[in-house]
């Protein structure tokens, strides 16, 4: 008898979640095939499926099923007791704010990212700082109504990093940050290892998908239950259990541009599919956050795809698909795909730098949620700190805080997950090391089966089972602290 | 106030055309570019979006709001009207069936499917018999709870071709059939015009999807609004009001079969391009019958394809990208375009020959449905008519009764809407030569788009205003009947 709510409940979610991914392809398909007079309707069609999905999971009795089976005593860290943990999170976000709140900061987000659109171009701060004011003021009224224990950016954050802490990532980003600026000064006195323009030439579009879609098939990725396509903006998503999807760009004067897009977009493609499967429609069968995600991304694209061994075994391949590239040493390849420059955009950063540009986002948006900054003074601290942590001088706003795009659409709290995910993305490659000596011989033999076993294990097949930093410390026997990451920079830059 | 009960019914169409809509992504997807372990929940998904649309249209409080508007005194034609008549008749059709008969009616359905496709294989009718025999049983109750007023199939026919009498249909494949024996008989007697393998030869791909955009977008096909993809059975999906998508398939031997399949497709593909877009969400804005959509895409593909003129204007073009056909001539190309011999397999059927085996599959449905013919009886009836009528011997069941997945799929009445396709293309050439003579020059010169225009007047921007009857005599001036399609093939093929 106490079973049915939960059965109502697993049921009621099996409905959510064909109309998420039905969502979810329609969205794969308006980045990739969809002809461009389609799009209006596609955006009404997306929004219907996803208003419909939202309006099954807030009906009032779905609140009582979950109270009911809060009672059920469930093992928390049992598929049942996960689900009820993150059915009672999501039913709580969902209906925690006023209709009139979300209402008005939709309509809001709509009028921002125009505005953001136009500022940019023109460089003109002022002409967004109205929008970005009233977004802030309506996501401190979301956080008041979530609530939270500690700091108020802690409501934001639980959206992308759940159980994330502003104190804690703080202390981590600390951690990081000197180290990080030191070994940017030390790598910019010793200048480059190889010319930066030594990769530049000329990869057919075919040879690049051929060698990224043979790379990708060795990392494991499944390709009966998977697929690489072409789209503007590279993305993974998973449109179904068995059905994950890739998307890459060709920039034919740099195959590795796209080869490492492949790469990143495969590890997250690699954690999906190696979800469990028959939780697909749970949440304790789902990725369990932002940050975990983009530890997966982050290893098979950094550690394992611009590592030394990667390029003994691949360079010769790559240079049969592309002759031009028998010139190369695996040594001078190694150092060509590994370049460090502190520069302005994100977007563009390298692997030591990156974090150095999130931690400047998080910075600002903690400063500017507890009040110590206000939103017309952001451009003055954000080249204030891209001097003092990069020593670079932004020369224009639209290189320097109109660049992202996040905050138009009130995004707060994404930025942290992309650190979150390198120090992640270290840790676990410290601990798969430690735990499995023979990963570093099966790397240097191209074989990533190894790895991902061992990753599917920790942290691929638990799902949502545990939160974030419990999952994290599970899988490597520690908490994640800045070390790892920091190790594997100066063994790779110095 | 009585405006209320439209203005609701509208907005529930707003919904189930976006739930169909989504299905149909899915389902292009499916056949186009999903990975293969995908199929298991594609299918599920499927299932649940055309299930919540169904729930949605047929709850009974939409059988009340449909009564409300049918005392509304809307204009038959006008587009509320026809939504009225239409909402009207899907209504009673998903309400008529008690839920154990569709039940076990799809039990039945995916059963038989199975069984038609071993039996096929093993070329055994008797393994499909009683399958065949309880779908006809079944079929039979669904007429009678659908209602006729003439004869049982005439409620199955309702399906595909609204407002079509088994009698009339009769009566018009009568004044069809005789002719068309006796043509196929002279042209076996006069022999091939050219050799019959004129045209094979190796034709890349690339060149064939170069050929075929080149001659979608003289038609007049959006490609804004549109693509064509690769499927291995060739489709068109409408899958929004500015999305047509569709597929065609290469063989490497021979460019005519992906091109006539392209045209074909395109005739489609203009017909949903042309459909008033406002109307998209409403029964009035939708296709009006298969007998209809037949029609748009036999009159390019036959009509325009396969005709002189068109040859004229392409086979240099052809040439220039396949430089073997530099040795051809247009009328040796128009002959080889337009062979006609009879054989057992419908799919790989001529333009001549094509209605003869739909008239013996529509003969055998009548027969079955008014009593006349026991389906053991089918494989004995088939292998008579197709001797009496095209002159050949079935040598074995599989190339014989057994051919169609139709009825496996619990489909029946569905065959007459080709050849009322063909009737219907050739009835609108004519009419449109007569209206405006000037479509023969245009035509000559490769111009199309003032047929487009013409089509685009009187069949596509008509929806479904009126019923497939009275939208063709609007459109002609006159009823279909089998004279025009008549002298179109004599003329082409005496």
Redesign the interface.
């Known amino acids: 008898m106490s079973q049915e709510p939960y059965a109502k409940l697993t049921e009621l979610a099996k409905?959510t979640t064909?109309l998420r991914?039905?969502a979810a392809?329609?969205s794969w398909?308006q980045e990739t095939?969809?002809?461009?007079?389609?799009v209006?309707?596609?955006a009404?069609?997306m929004a219907?499926?996803s208003g419909k999905a939202h309006e099954l999971f807030t009906a009032s009795q779905v609140g009582d099923w979950i109270s009911a089976c809060e009672n059920n005593g469930f093992t928390p860290d049992s598929p049942e007791g996960a689900n009820v943990r993150e059915w009672r999170f999501h039913y709580d976000r969902a209906t925690q704010l006023p209709v009139e709140l979300v209402k008005e900061f939709e309509e809001t987000c709509s009028l921002a990212k125009a505005a953001w659109s136009k500022a940019r171009k023109a460089s003109d701060f002022a002409a967004f700082e109205p929008y970005l004011e009233k977004l802030i003021s309506l996501s401190k009224q979301k956080a008041e109504r979530f609530g939270y224990e500690d700091h108020p950016f802690d409501a934001l954050l639980a959206d992308y990093e759940r159980g994330a802490r502003t104190s804690e990532i703080t202390t981590l980003f600390q951690g990081l940050r000197s180290d990080l600026v030191e070994l940017i000064q030390t790598i910019s006195e010793r200048g480059p290892r190889v010319p930066q323009d030594l990769l530049e030439g000329n990869y057919p579009e075919e040879g690049q998908k051929l060698l990224n879609q043979e790379v990708a098939e060795a990392l494991g990725f499944?390709?009966?239950?998977?697929?690489i396509?072409t789209a503007a903006h590279p993305f993974c998503s998973g449109?179904?259990?068995?059905?994950t999807r890739l998307t890459t760009r060709y920039n034919t004067a740099d195959f590795t541009s796209s080869l490492f897009g492949v790469m990143h977009e495969a590890g997250h493609g690699l954690y999906d599919q190696g979800l469990p499967g028959e939780g697909?429609a749970q949440p304790y069968g789902q990725a369990v956050s932002l940050g975990v995600h983009e530890s997966q991304s982050r290893l098979w694209e950094n550690h394992v795809g611009r590592s030394r061994e990667f390029w003994e075994r691949w360079l010769p391949r790559a240079a049969e698909i592309f002759p031009d590239l028998k010139k190369l040493s695996v040594e001078e390849m190694f150092y060509a795909v590994n370049q460090a420059h502190p520069s302005f955009i994100r977007v563009e950063s390298d692997e030591v730098t990156y974090d150095l540009h999130i931690m400047i986002r998080f910075e600002l948006e903690k400063a500017l949620f507890d009040g110590r900054l206000k939103v017309k003074d952001i451009p003055g601290e954000w080249n204030r700190l891209y001097k003092e942590y990069l020593g670079v001088e932004v020369d224009k706003d639209s290189n320097g805080c109109l660049q992202d795009i996040h905050w138009s659409l009130g995004i707060f709290g994404y930025f942290p997950t992309y650190t979150l995910g390198n120090l992640n993305a270290s840790h676990l490659m410290t601990a798969v090391f430690r735990e499995r000596p023979e990963t570093k011989t099966e790397l240097e033999a191209g074989q990533y089966l190894g790895l991902l076993g061992w990753l599917r294990e920790k942290i691929h097949l638990q799902g949502s089972l545990y939160l974030p930093m419990d999952l994290m410390r599970n899988a490597t026997g520690e908490p994640v602290s800045p070390k790892a990451h920091l190790d594997h920079l100066k063994e790779r830059y110095l």
Chains 1, 2 share one sequence.
């Not at 095939?33 to 389609?38: A, E, K, R, S």
């Not at 499944?222 to 697929?227: N, T, Y």
Request: glycine share 10%; net charge negative; proline share 9%.
């Open positions: 409905e064909i991914d039905a392809l329609l398909d095939y969809m002809p461009p007079q389609g209006a309707y596609r009404s069609e219907y499926l499944d390709f009966e239950s998977g697929r396509d449109v179904g259990p068995a059905d697909h």
